[in-house]
């Protein structure tokens, strides 16, 4: 099945102080889980909101803001149609006229993973029509490709079940205060694809399998065994200290560009062993006042 590539996010939604947040996407893609997850942290969410109510609802926040009413909106907006850009763009531009700081969050993922969501609730696409699911799907697309281009961050949930999809999109929306940048730590496993939304990826398969071990086999990266085999390379501790070097130069660039959000994907065979074991010890060397650190393991458990 052919998929969109996804290009590079410019700028991370919560980087700028976002206040506003316009949340669309592929459907299918988790933007019910997005918008939950931003409900709980104080959001205030409107779902299913026509793209020419944005100006609308500007106003509401307008008014509870002369009240003395500090808010934040996230709108999820459904652009299921050409004719709708012209008025989303002239929406964006009222509301930076306005005084908010709004931000576009595309949420995206293969043609394969949308066709097995929607198979495993046995509902049509509402774009399908007469035609195959991948038909609707494809048509979406291709609908919203330029608005997915326009957008500060775009979010790939293809690998990601809804528990691992809140872990991502919640530290793009918590407070502006704490840490400069917000680091994920993303395990996978080649043979399952490579993250589309990774800044950075590193493939461990240069390091001896601890899958052929076989006291080893059924241990994953988390456990004290397999991370002392792992790290206990004669170039793994090397490479461990040449990615924090590395990350010293890059948090100082995305502080002074005004980025707080990177991916970096730390890859396996499986996304088992050498990834997990390698992402939880990135984990720890990198946290510290500056940069917030939290892993996704995406793979385990797909053995």
């Not at 850009?85 to 949308?114: C, I, K, N």
């Not at 130069?249 to 005004?258: A, D, F, K, M």
């Amino acid at each position: 099945m052919p998929d969109s590539p996804v290009p590079e996010s410019q700028e991370p939604a919560a980087a700028t102080g976002a206040d506003f947040v316009i949340v669309t996407g592929m459907s299918g893609a988790g933007r019910s889980t997005t918008a939950n997850v931003m409900e709980d942290q104080g959001w205030y969410v409107v779902d299913n909101l026509p793209p020419q109510l944005l100006v609308s609802m500007a106003k509401l926040g307008n008014q509870a803001r002369a009240e003395g009413r500090e808010i934040k909106i996230a709108a999820v907006v459904d652009v299921r149609s050409q004719h709708f850009f012209t008025e989303f763009e002239d929406a964006v531009q009222h509301l930076r006229s306005t005084g908010w700081t709004p931000q576009l969050l595309f949420l995206d993922a293969t043609d394969e993973a949308l066709v097995r969501r929607f198979e495993s609730v046995r509902r049509p696409h509402p774009l399908q029509g007469d035609g195959r699911l991948l038909d609707g799907i494809q048509h979406e697309r291709e609908i919203l490709r330029d608005l997915r281009s326009r957008a500060q961050i775009v979010v790939d949930t293809s690998g990601l079940n809804v528990h691992q999809l809140a872990r991502k999109i919640a530290p793009l929306f918590g407070s502006g205060d704490g840490p400069s940048l917000r680091l994920a730590l993303l395990s996978f496993g080649f043979k399952y694809g490579v993250p589309l939304d990774a800044d950075f990826v590193f493939d461990m398969r240069f390091l001896p399998n601890p899958f052929w071990v076989p006291e080893l086999r059924p241990l994953d990266g988390r456990d004290e065994q397999v991370s002392a085999h792992v790290l206990g390379q004669s170039d793994a501790g090397e490479f461990l200290d040449r990615v924090v070097g590395l990350m010293e130069p890059v948090t100082r660039g995305y502080h002074s560009e005004g980025r707080r959000y990177v991916t970096l994907a730390i890859g396996c065979t499986g996304g088992k062993h050498r990834s997990v074991a390698m992402a939880e010890a990135l984990a720890q060397r990198l946290r510290s006042d500056r940069i917030e650190t939290f892993l996704v393991h995406r793979d385990l458990g797909r053995e």
